[in-house]
Every structure is written in structure tokens, then in C-alpha cells.
């Protein structure tokens, strides 16, 4: 069955209120679904002036205009699925959100310690390094063989700070990204989560902290082989991704699932900008989190599965949680932080909650 394609006339009858229960499904996937995503950013750029959500804003890029709309869509979605009526209000305040700018700003922490260095039998012992990525920061690091990469906030990497033998292993805790360089001789290996990935001349993202239930591995370019040794010796290979693959793990399991996906969701982080896509509430806070070194906690079940779409880039703390309170059904309580014995204050601590006026009845 061939599927409808994008179609503005639709969307301006949704945005009139007049789509039947199909019709609002059909928009709702095409909001959604990453694959239409091109699409749409197409044709909202090329019929901006024919949607009546206010004078358009040229300085917001085409993602911050699928925000907006899936914000519309959501937001409506939820509404009525309480029987509550769509109110016009929030297509105006939308309307009027900017884009915020990229502050490249990096807070880099270096931390290197080695063993004792002396010699035995004539060899030398390997010396290591560690990087660490402070929390709500971003680091930028570079390697020996001449491999980049970048760590996301309260990651660390050890490597050797002279790569020795047949292959060059790095070990991972938390999040980074590496451009891999060419070394037909010696593959290079991230070791993390009881896993070896190993690759070439390639570009993948891991994601791996040590409070996450899995493992993310997404593939940019080249190729990535995931191996795992069980206790017995054995080498198990799990997955040989290609460019655009994602593969997710599970620590306690080993089960694993291989999908499409486009890959700037999963890796444009290291330029400073948080992508959210349809992700559900509970996935949202935890990578907010994250970002802003908070802690967030859901006071209503249901509003785990809520689903949310924004790109925050390197905005404040406080302009983020307004922006969610703005475009969804929630809000929040910020909670007092104490001063401890040593002068520092505790984590940022946030509740989320469901406004009253969405209570189910």
C-alpha cells in the first residue's frame, strides 16, 4: 500500500481544525516518523506564508519550525484524548519562539595518571591517560595514532598515551564520539559495557554511562564490528553495522536490536546541540539531566510516555524548562538546593508534573 505523501493542504485543514480522526493520525506519523522529515521541512519552508501561525520568523532553521509543529500536533493529540478543547492561544505563543544560538563554549578537564614507568626485562610499560568530561560540559580530545573525538558530560576515556601492538584499545565510560584514523594494521577498539567495538577509518557515537539498563552504538560512517567475550572465553560477534545503523544493547541480557536511523539525532551533541524526537518524557529528562547536570523526577506516571520534540542549543537551564512548561502539558517545581560542609550546594533538583487543568477526570 503506497502511503500519502506530505501534503500542505492537509496540514492547513488541521491547523483549521477541521482533519477527521484519520487525517490527524496520518499528519501526527508525518510529524514523527524520522523518515518524512526532509519532506516536511520542505514543504513547511515553501508554504511558510500560507500557515496562519503569525509572521514567520526567517532567522529559525527548518528544525525549529518541525518543533513548533509537532508541538501543535502533540499538544493537541493529548488534549483530546481527555476531551478538553484545543485552544488557539498556543499557536501564538509558538509562533513567537527564536532559535537560540550556539555558545561553543567548552569546559576541558584533563587528568592524567600513569603507572610507575619503570622497565622490566627491557620492556616499557604501558603508560595511560584520562580524560574526563565534567559534568554539563562537552570535551574535545585527541589521540596518539591521531583519532578526535568528543566526550559528553561526566564521561571519561583512558587510553594509552603511546599505542603499542596490533590494535589500538581506548576505554569508555559514558558518551563519546570518535573520528577514527585510518589504520589498515591495527584496528581501533572501544572497550565499554563488557563489549569490544572495533573499527578503522570510521565515525560512530557510543553511548554507554554506567546508570543506563543499555547500549547505544551508532554508526556515521565506515563500518563497526560489536563483539563480546562470554566467560568461557568464548568471542561472540553481535552486530556488524553500516553507516546510519544504531544498534541498541542490553547490559543485563546481551539482546540487541539493529534500526535505520539518521544519526544527527544521536551525535549532534557534540556541537553543542540537544535533539529530541518524539522521545518519551522519561528518556527527555534523563538526557536533560544530563545536559544541565540536574536531577528531574516525574511525579505522574502517565507523563512517562508523553512524547516531546525540541532542539535546544546551549540554552539556559531555566529558558528550557519555561520552553516545556510553554509547549506541553507540564510543569514543574524547583526545589530549594542546600549548602554542604565543603561550601558547595547540591545537584539542581526539578519535579516534573501534569498541569491540574489535564487531569483525567
Known amino acids: 500500500m503506497v502511503e500519502p505523501e506530505v501534503d500542505i493542504k492537509l496540514i492547513k485543514k488541521f491547523l483549521q ?3 477527521n480522526h484519520k487525517e490527524r493520525e496520518l499528519i501526527l506519523k508525518w510529524f514523527t516518523h ?3 522529515e526532509r519532506k516536511l521541512k520542505h514543504v513547511i519552508r515553501e508554504h511558510w506564508n500560507e500557515i496562519e501561525l503569525g509572521s514567520p520568523d526567517y532567522d529559525l532553521d527548518t528544525n525549529r519550525l518541525l518543533d513548533k509543529f509537532h508541538h501543535l500536533i502533540h499538544l493537541d493529540s493529548y488534549k483530546k484524548s481527555r476531551n478538553l478543547p484545543f485552544y488557539r492561544k498556543a499557536y501564538q505563543q509558538l509562533s513567537k519562539i527564536a532559535a537560540v544560538l550556539l555558545l561553543p563554549v567548552l569546559l576541558i578537564s584533563t587528568l ?3 603507572t610507575d614507568g619503570r622497565f622490566f626485562a627491557k620492556e616499557e610499560k604501558t603508560i595511560y591517560a584520562e580524560i574526563f568530561s565534567p559534568l554539563a560540559a562537552r570535551t574535545r580530545f585527541e589521540l596518539p595514532d591521531g583519532s578526535t573525538g568528543w566526550l559528553n558530560s561526566g564521561s571519561t576515556l583512558k587510553f594509552p598515551v603511546k599505542f603499542r601492538g596490533k590494535k589500538r584499545e581506548v576505554a569508555l565510560s559514558g558518551e563519546g564520539f570518535f573520528n577514527v584514523a ?6 581501533f577498539i572501544v572497550k565499554t559495557c563488557n563489549m569490544d567495538i572495533k573499527a578503522l577509518g570510521t565515525s560512530f557515537n557510543v553511548s554507554a554511562y554506567p546508570d543506563d539498563e543499555i547500549c547505544e552504538i551508532t554508526l556515521e560512517t565506515g563500518k563497526v564490528i560489536i563483539e563480546r567475550t562470554r566467560e568461557s572465553g568464548e568471542t561472540v560477534k553481535l ?3 553500516q553507516p546510519d545503523q544504531q544498534i541498541v544493547i ?3 541480557t546481551y539482546k540487541s536490536n539493529v534500526s535505520e536511523v539518521v544519526t544527527e539525532k544521536y551525535t549532534s551533541w557534540k556541537e553543542g546541540k540537544l535533539v529530541l524526537r518524539n522521545d518519551p518524557m522519561d528518556v527527555v529528562v534523563k538526557r536533560i539531566g544530563r545536559w544541565y547536570n540536574a536531577e528531574i523526577n516525574l511525579k505522574n506516571d502517565e507523563l512517562e510516555s508523553y512524547r516531546y520534540r525540541a532542539t535546544f542549543e546551549d540554552e ?3 529558558e528550557v524548562l519555561k520552553l516545556l512548561k510553554l509547549t506541553s502539558p507540564i510543569d514543574y517545581i524547583e526545589h530549594k538546593r542546600e549548602m554542604l560542609r565543603d561550601g558547595t550546594f547540591t545537584k539542581k533538583e526539578i519535579t516534573f ?3 491540574p487543568g489535564y487531569k483525567e477526570k
Not at 182 to 187: I, Y
Open 17 to 19: 481544525k477541521k482533519c
Open 34 to 36: 524520522i523518515k518524512y
Open 112 to 114: 592524567y595518571f600513569m
Open 182 to 187: 585510518k589504520d589498515s594494521e591495527k584496528p
Open 239 to 241: 552486530a556488524e553495522l
Open 250 to 252: 542490553s547490559k543485563r
Open 316 to 318: 539556559t537551564f531555566s
Open 353 to 355: 508534573f501534569l498541569k
